[in-house]
Each structure stands twice: as structure tokens, then as C-alpha cells.
């Protein structure tokens, strides 16, 4: 037996809470969304389950749900980046629960959601959210330098089919006689997807990935998340872009019909 | 697939009766991928300890340097948010604040160890090896 060792590990053990699970990791990828796409927002808060501004966060510690906002036990904070009532206002959360179109549970690490859907869940009696998130990212933390099983990733694009099954069509067959009509169908730029890991991404595993449009960074350190921020925040900025120009009281289409 | 050395054993069984025996199983896992090397001379028998005790190294210290990297990194970030502490919910051990000085404090104390041990390792393989001759 190495006494030392086992004493060093059994410190750790007690001492660094949501190691294995990589939950500082998840801490700091949320942060770091909220922070870098805070400029395209009016505010931003960080708020506890209530709703009220919160200088502690309390970073949820395995895959949940939204609580009702009456709890009086201790809940999961959460990030909202607010445009006002005519505006995106969104939320920001980790280990939050989405309903699949079979109606199992998925669990995302990182996620942005709708506020309007999260207050529904919130004001009633708290539950997982029952629309598709605006921005989900799987984190894989544990395995460096190691080549992540297929599985993995395989795992991920399940996820992400039965949370957008909309999303993987290019096109579609119309129509009671042959030949049916190909009709292109309007992929829509949201959701977004990211596949974070400090481990090797395989060929396979990369393609499979590319395949169902889920982003993907290898070989990570927290401390070098620039480049995975600079691909959100240019993706999700255009994206909104996009999204706010169809709304017919945007500004500028005010302006273009005077 | 490599035969792990004795010592090794040692540090895996440790392992496992800690709350870290997670990362006992992701080192015997890197310990067995290696390759079987010739272990007819104790030079060879050297050799392929130190191979085993550096890919031990590797496989446990790889996610506590990732943990602590992340963890320095979320005491930097925090305050820009106006957080003073990240409360993990429902955890067990103390602090439950991700933002602690312990954790870090934990976590140099086991690398420390770590590489204090297999140092140590290291000089018990030649004696065993030196005696074995």
C-alpha cells in the first residue's frame, strides 16, 4: 500500500467536489459564452432560481432541471443576457435537461435557452424544457490526451437529432404521384452544437460529427478557449443578426418601408 | 498487452481504496494498452517499469492539471460577472465552493506526492532489480 498516495487521493476526494464530472470546466465555459457574447445584449444578470441577482452561483452538480421558481431549497442559478421585451432574452445554464422527440430525457452541459420558455417551466411546477436550446455544448473532460471512443461522439449526435430532428433535413420528397417533388427545405441557423474535449477526435469521429453540423474543438485546455469563444460569438452574432431582421419591427425594416 | 510491474500495483490498489479509484481504472487502462516488452534482463526489467511509471504519471496527472488549469481559470473569470463564489449543488466534500484555495492546495499537494512516490519508485525497482541479479 502507498500510504502517501492514498492519502493525497483521499484529500482530493473531499476536497476538489465535481472532479471527475469536470464541473469547474463547465463553470468556466459558461462563463466565458456569457462574457464574450454579453456586448449583444443590453444586460446581463446572473440570478439564482428566483430570479434574484446573485453574487453566489450555485453550479448545478448533475444533469437536472429547471426548479420552480417557489422552491426554497437550494437551486441552480442561471445566466440571462436580456435585449428587453421586443428583443432576445435568453438564459444560460449548465446540466440542464431537455425533453427528446421520443420523449427521453438529453442532458446538455452548456446550454442557451429561450427566457420566455424558461419562465414557463419556472412559474409552473419547474420540469426539463420542453423546446430545443438556441446553443448546447457537450463537454468531454476526463480522458486527456487519450483518442475518445466513437461512442462518444455517436452518443452526442443522438442527442442532438432528438433534441432538432428538423434540423438534418436537406430536403424533402412532395407530393401523391411519382416522380415526387424535391423541395429544399430551410435549415435554420439555430440551434448551434459544440463538441468540447482536451482529448484526440478520431477521423471517424470528426466526420460523423461534421456530418450532423456539431462543431468540434480537440485537444482543449481551459485556459485556451479563445478559439471555441471566437467561433460562437461569430456564429451566434450572425445568427441573431439574421433572426432579428426578419422581425417586422425591427428598426431597420421600419426605416426601409418609410 | 503490457503486464503491470508490482509497484504499479500498489499505487492502483491505493487508488481504489480512495475516493479517486476512478482514476485507478483509467490508469490500468493505459498500463495494459502498452505494449509487452522483453523482461529477460533486469536492465529490460528497469526499462519497463519506468516506461509503466511514467504512463502512470501521465494517465493520473493529465485531468488533475486539467482540474486545476480549469480551476484557476474560474477564479479569474468569476469576479467579471461580480460572483463571489461558485456553490456546486449537492456536493458532499468541503468546500462546495469551486472558487476555493483548498482545491488548488489539494491539488499541488497530490502532484507533489505523486511525483515524490514514483521517485521513490523509480529507486526501489533497480534495488529489487540489483538484489534480483
Known amino acids: 500500500m502507498k500510504e502517501a498516495l492514498k492519502d493525497a487521493a ?37 440570478l439564482n432560481h428566483n430570479g434574484e441577482p446573485t453574487t453566489e452561483f450555485v453550479l ?20 440571462e443576457l436580456d435585449n428587453g421585451p421586443v428583443g432576445w432574452s435568453v438564459e444560460l445554464h449548465n446540466s440542464l435537461e431537455f425533453d427528446g422527440a421520443s420523449g427521453v430525457e438529453h442532458e446538455l452541459d452548456v446550454a442557451m435557452i429561450w427566457k420566455e420558455a424558461a419562465e414557463q417551466v419556472r412559474n ?34 443522438t442527442c442532438v437529432i432528438e433534441l432538432s430532428p428538423l434540423r438534418h433535413f436537406g430536403s424533402i420528397s412532395v407530393g401523391r404521384e411519382y416522380p415526387r417533388k424535391e423541395v429544399e427545405t430551410r435549415r435554420p441557423w439555430f440551434p448551434l452544437y459544440y463538441y468540447l474535449t482536451p482529448a484526440s477526435l478520431s477521423g471517424p469521429s470528426r466526420r460523423l460529427a461534421e456530418f450532423y453540423g456539431i462543431m468540434h474543438f480537440a485537444n482543449l485546455a481551459p485556459s485556451d478557449l479563445d ?12 445568427g441573431k443578426a439574421i433572426f432579428e431582421r426578419r422581425l417586422p419591427h425591427h428598426p431597420i425594416d421600419g426605416e426601409a418601408g418609410e | 498487452m503490457a503486464t503491470i510491474d508490482p509497484e504499479l500495483l500498489e499505487y492502483l490498489a491505493s487508488l481504489r481504496e480512495s475516493p479517486m479509484a476512478w482514476l485507478a481504472e ?10 509487452e516488452t522483453p523482461r529477460e534482463t533486469a536492465g529490460q526489467r528497469i526499462e519497463a517499469a519506468h516506461i ?29 460577472l461580480g460572483l463571489k463564489s461558485v456553490i456546486l449543488e449537492g456536493a458532499t466534500g468541503l468546500p462546495a465552493d469551486l472558487m476555493s484555495p483548498h482545491r ?30
Do not use: C, W
Not at chain 1, 64 to 69: A, D, E, L, R, S
Open chain 1, 227 to 238: 478559439s471555441v469563444m471566437g467561433d460562437i460569438h461569430l456564429k451566434f452574432a450572425v
Open chain 2, 26 to 35: 483509467l490508469a490500468e487502462q493505459r498500463l495494459k494498452a502498452l505494449d
Open chain 1, 124 to 157: 409552473g411546477k419547474g420540469g426539463t424544457v420542453p423546446v430545443e436550446p438556441i446553443l448546447g455544448l457537450e463537454l468531454k473532460d476526463h480522458a486527456a490526451h487519450a483518442t475518445l471512443e466513437k461512442n462518444l461522439i455517436r452518443a452526442f449526435v
Open chain 1, 10 to 46: 483521499d484529500e482530493l476526494g473531499v476536497a476538489v467536489a465535481g472532479l471527475k464530472a469536470g464541473k469547474a470546466f463547465e463553470a468556466v465555459v459558461l462563463f466565458r459564452i456569457a462574457l464574450r457574447l454579453d456586448h449583444l445584449f443590453d444586460q446581463l444578470h446572473v
Open chain 2, 104 to 133: 488548488l492546495e489539494a491539488i499541488d499537494r497530490f502532484i507533489a506526492v505523486i511525483d515524490e512516490e514514483l521517485r521513490k519508485s523509480e529507486r526501489i525497482v533497480r534495488q529489487r532489480e540489483g538484489e534480483a541479479e
Open chain 2, 52 to 80: 509503466q511509471l511514467q504512463e502512470f504519471r501521465r494517465a493520473v496527472l493529465e485531468p488533475i492539471k486539467f482540474e486545476r488549469e480549469a480551476t484557476a481559470e474560474l477564479i479569474e473569470l468569476a469576479p467579471n
Open chain 1, 60 to 79: 448545478r452538480g448533475a444533469p437536472g432541471h429547471i426548479p420552480t421558481k417557489y422552491s426554497t431549497g437550494e437551486e441552480p442559478s442561471y445566466i
